[in-house]
């Protein structure tokens, strides 16, 4: 009987139909999957319109998703039927028990769908089990490369069961353990999934990797959206290749960046073909069914080619070898003689179907496939990129593409800004009479006109909100935390940061910046040097005192020299009467009053008309003379210097004369860049510096830069404030009391920040390059720094640079001034003393002399003036001499009483003074 039923088997499914063998094969599906039912149908109706020899026979049976005891009953009875190939079931439980009776009966067993490795323990060079899905592992690494290129720092993986961690296992692995660490978050049974996205969007997080059934991807999205997790910066990335299957009609103006992976082209011309036949199928069973290839799923697709690789291999040996099916029995298990062969040529044979190109490794794995990678739009899902497992990411959009997708998306926005009040990028607008601020017009500044140059790029608007806290953004080791404008960026409160906010590292690793739209580097505010008055004896500064005591030395001892050596020299004695050739007496003329006159006037480049005659006198004269032209000529040469140089204060140059010395204290901005650059900096003299800023006390920082400059204005210049030199230079055109010292000290930019991954840095950083080329950053750099308070102090100070007041040269006056008082009145001493001498000479009264030589003295007419005899002047003469002497006195006499009456001519004078000349003689 057995044999009979074999015998009759074996007949009924070589049957003949239209000339055709029959081949039964199985499929399993689950009562959901409509798609691949009607791809499995379309397919073999396909295979069967093209084949003459045989024709295969479709046994379609359901079961339930996780019914492994059915699938199993399920298996034996297609087995029993005598299939040539079962495909399916897609679970992976009831995958499992299907490939291990497939293993040991030797049909071949084809799955289209997802599995981990291993499947039922089975997946051995041996196994009859082949995927045509792609292998798990190799999906997982597309996944990996798309984050790597993606640059995410840090990122919340969503899942639903724990298949969707296998399909992460490379994703997870790409985080080192120095990186930031990856937040794992499970779905639960609640459809209310708003709980777990909120704490996702208080934890700041900004990027998502969700896997999840693609039926949830949607409700998922749309609470996102509720709890502000889809605006501008989040970014999703959606493991499921069905994504593309989904209408996001209602979330197509989201902002947030929605990617995926696909693995058919729906523009392929083999899938539109798959697609036609799949319809023209389904009429020929009356039933009406209408898909679009952008909507097809990928286990309908990789059904259909499932079936596409398994008949070529199919045609391929029953060319050579009849195929035949027998039916068998699960309880008495015997191996199919053609199972293994059909496997192993699917293996070999290599197949392009509207999956792409379908090439299988030794273990039955599809290791070699294409993906696109396809980002949303408001036109639906596009293709940005391709993937496959040799070449990696390769963009198939141009930069011009996506910054043109950005700046379209920028029409119309309005951006929320966040900055703080410092001028000159900031600061209050003074309200006229009668009117009301509100809004951006609350504010003016640099910041101001740079927004409105980028937005009006840009096709945007922008409304500006002041940080709370009025900080820039620093990091708290303590509490893990940013404060200021970083901050408000981190919690999404704004899109951009704009102020004089320096780009760091620090910075750089919490938000994203532009382009720097102005470069600067920190420098030392400090106070003017106070300019001295003007030194009355100025004139002395040339030469040191130590040098004009010297100098009044070498005179003193000199003229000295020159007295002694006189007196020795028997040159330096003269005959008194030169007409007498044989003198009884001889005089010298170098007493001391003469040899310091000759000294004074060598010294004072005047000469004397009185000159030495002895060897040894004249080499001391030349000696001096020589001393003298070298300190004359030296002290004429530094006179000019140091009478227009203006005396300052001692003052500090660089930061070297800061770090030296620890008189003048200095400081800088609590929290800011600038004293972050002393903090982390390797050079000696900066971390000297940092050492004596943070030991100092009272505390040298400041809360922020006008707290800074009023020191430095208070600190009578021992107070410098560390700042950045775009600050610097604005506070120096308004205040003319500060002062830059030395040069920058490092160099770098300020930015605009923005959260990482923003999606308008480009357009952004464009604008701020467009507005650098054609100057206006320039022209705004100029409108609001440049003062001119300061200017004409400048320029009078540069304009009479060379020339010297009464303050400079006083000095010199004062000492004319002085030597003219007491010559004069050392001549009125004179005067008296002479006075004297006449009244007792010419036996008059005092008063009566000091008249008459007073009136004679002023008579500025008389040019000459008669010789007066002294009494006592012969009194070793003769009688006669005696007489004459008194005669002549007499006749003296008689000539001053005639001045005092009514005076004397001239001519009487001479006369008078020729008279008493020859009496004399």
């Not at 990789?302 to 391929?316: G, I, M, P, T, W």
């Not at 009849?322 to 062969?341: D, F, Y």
């Not at 467009?770 to 750099?781: A, I, R, Y």
């Not at 010297?804 to 000492?815: K, R």
């Amino acid at each position: 009987m057995k044999f009979f039923l074999i015998i009759f088997a074996i007949f009924f499914t070589t049957t003949l139909t239209n000339g055709k063998r029959l081949i039964p094969i199985g499929g399993i599906f689950n009562t959901n999957d409509v798609d691949a039912i009607i791809a499995f149908h379309s397919s073999i109706s396909r295979v069967n319109m093209h084949e003459r020899r045989f024709e295969l026979k479709p046994i379609i049976k359901n079961v339930t998703e996780w019914d492994s005891f059915v699938t199993e009953k399920i298996v034996c009875e297609l087995i029993g039927d005598g299939v040539a190939a079962i495909f399916g079931p897609s679970s992976i439980q009831a995958a499992g028990i299907a490939s291990a009776i497939c293993h040991t009966i030797e049909v071949p067993h084809i799955i289209t769908h997802w599995s981990p490795e291993p499947l039922g323990g089975y997946r051995t060079a041996g196994s009859m089990t082949i995927n045509v899905y792609p292998d798990s592992n190799v999906l997982s690494r597309a996944l990996a490369d798309l984050l790597v290129d993606y640059s995410w720092k840090s990122f919340t993986i969503i899942y639903e069961t724990d298949e969707g961690l296998m399909r992460l296992k490379d994703v997870l692995q790409i985080h080192g353990p120095d990186d930031n660490p990856i937040t794992v978050r499970q779905l639960g049974d609640d459809p209310d999934y708003r709980p777990l996205l909120k704490e996702i969007q208080t934890s700041g997080e900004s990027n998502i990797v969700l896997d999840c059934d693609p039926d949830k991807i949607l409700d998922i999205l749309r609470q996102a959206r509720e709890v502000k997790l889809m605006e501008d910066y989040q970014s999703y990335v959606i493991t499921s290749l069905n994504t593309h299957t989904i209408d996001f009609e209602e979330l197509k103006f989201v902002r947030s960046n929605i990617t995926s992976l696909r693995l058919i082209d729906p523009k392929s011309y083999e899938l539109r073909n798959a697609v036609h036949d799949w319809e023209e199928g389904e009429k020929r069973f009356n039933r009406i069914y209408r898909i679009s290839p952008e909507h097809v799923k990928t286990e309908a697709a990789v059904v259909h080619d499932a079936v596409r690789v398994f008949a070529a291999a199919l045609q391929e040996l029953d060319s050579t070898d009849e195929i035949s099916p027998i039916p068998m029995n699960c309880k008495q298990p015997t191996q199919w003689p053609h199972g293994l062969r059909i496997v192993n040529y699917m293996k070999l044979k290599t197949e392009h179907g509207i999956t792409g190109p379908i090439v299988f490794d030794d273990l039955g794995h599809r290791t070699h496939f294409d993906l696109e990678i396809i980002e949303s739009s408001k036109d639906g899902f596009k293709r940005i990129a391709t993937w496959d497992p040799t070449h990696g990411i390769n963009y198939t959009r141009t930069q011009g593409e996506v910054f043109s997708q950005i700046v379209e998306s920028l029409q119309n926005k309005t951006f929320i800004v966040t900055s703080r009040l410092g001028p000159p990028f900031l600061s209050m607008r003074e309200a006229k009479e009668g009117e009301y601020l509100e809004g951006n017009a609350r504010f003016m500044g640099y910041s101001m006109d740079l927004l409105d140059g980028i937005c009006k790029i840009l096709g945007s608007s922008y409304r500006i909100e002041l940080v709370p806290d009025g900080r820039y953004g620093s990091y708290n080791k303590v509490t893990k935390k940013w404060d200021g404008l970083v901050k408000q960026l981190l919690e999404r409160k704004a899109d951009l940061a704009i102020c004089d906010l320096t780009i760091t590292y620090e910075r750089r690793t919490a938000v994203d910046f532009t382009m720097p739209f102005m470069t600067l580097g920190i420098s030392i505010l400090y106070a003017k040097p106070v300019k001295q008055p003007p030194d009355l004896f100025s004139f002395l500064s040339p030469l040191s005192l130590d040098v004009w005591i010297y100098m009044a030395s070498a005179y003193l001892g000199v003229s000295v020299l020159l007295f002694v050596l006189a007196r020795m020299a028997p040159d330096d004695w003269e005959n008194p009467h030169p007409c007498n050739t044989e003198p009884e007496e001889v005089e010298n003329i170098w007493d001391m009053l003469n040899c310091t006159w000759l000294t004074m006037g060598s010294i004072m480049g005047q000469g004397s008309d009185i000159l030495p005659k002895a060897i040894s006198t004249r080499l001391v004269a030349g000696m001096w003379w020589f001393f003298a032209l070298i300190m004359l000529s030296s002290y004429t040469a530094n006179l000019a210097a140091f009478l227009t140089m203006e005396r300052m204060d001692a003052t500090i140059e660089s930061a070297e004369d800061l770090a030296k010395q620890s008189k003048i204290k200095y400081g800088a901005v609590i929290g800011g860049s600038t004293l972050s650059f002393f903090k982390e900096s390797n050079f000696s003299t900066y971390q000297r510096m940092w050492a004596a800023m943070e030991s100092a006390r009272p505390s040298v920082f400041a809360k922020n830069n006008e707290e800074g400059m009023e020191r430095v204005k208070k600190g009578k210049r021992l107070y410098a404030f560390l700042m950045e030199s775009t600050t610097l230079e604005y506070i120096t055109e308004r205040n003319c009391e500060l002062t830059q010292v030395g040069g920058l000290l490092d160099s770098k930019g300020y930015g605009i920040a923005m959260p990482v991954n923003s999606p308008y840095r480009t357009a952004i950083s464009g604008a701020v390059l467009k507005m650098q080329e054609e100057g206006k950053l320039h022209q705004l750099k100029t409108k609001w720094w440049k003062d001119g308070r300061c200017k004409s102090e400048t320029t009078s100070s540069s304009d009479s640079a060379a020339e010297l007041g009464i303050d400079n040269v006083g000095g010199v006056f004062v000492v004319l001034g002085s030597g003219c008082f007491v010559a004069l009145i050392i001549g009125v001493l004179e005067f008296l003393w002479n006075v004297r001498k006449v009244a007792v000479d010419e036996r008059i009264t005092p008063w009566e002399a000091f008249k008459a030589e007073l009136k004679f003295a002023l008579n500025i007419w008389i040019t000459t003036k008669p010789v007066r005899v002294h009494g006592s002047g012969g009194s070793t003469g003769s009688k006669g001499s005696s007489s004459k002497s008194r005669a002549e006195s007499e006749s003296r006499s008689t000539t001053m009483a005639n001045a005092l009456n009514v005076g004397t001519t001239s001519s009487t004078a001479h006369l008078d003074k020729i008279g008493t000349s020859f009496g004399h003689k």
